[in-house]
């Protein structure tokens, strides 16, 4: 599977087109991670555990979109982009999207 943010794939030509795919989850905020998060915040540096939360959170989400664009027999997702939006307190979601489509092999 080809991903990329391009609108195109370089070199290949999309000879199909299906449209919209996604993939998201939906993560909370573990207790651990807030104390230490509150912690950092005191003395400053990376938030290494929110760093890994939305790492997993992305990859997961993209398995899905991946999943879906396979299904549908494409070789190829294009323009792909992620968004996070908060859904509850403690709780955010993260959204991959992009266009699956066939391209041609060389």
């Known amino acids: 599977m080809i991903l990329t943010s391009l609108q195109t794939v370089p070199g290949r030509d999309i000879t199909a087109h299906f449209g919209l795919v996604s993939g998201s989850t939906i993560r909370a905020k573990h207790v651990g991670r807030d104390l230490a998060a509150g912690f950092k915040n005191i003395f400053g540096g990376e938030l290494k555990g929110y760093t890994e939360l939305l790492q997993e959170s992305r990859d ?3 398995q899905r979109m991946i999943q879906q664009a396979e299904s549908l027999g494409a070789n190829a997702i294009v323009n792909i982009r992620y968004a996070t939006s908060s ?18 092999t060389l």
Do not use: H, R
Not at 87 to 102: C, I, N, R, S
């Open 87 to 104: 859904v509850a307190p403690g709780a955010a979601e993260l959204f991959a999207y992009g266009t699956a489509v066939v391209v041609s």
């Open 60 to 62: 997961e989400a993209t």
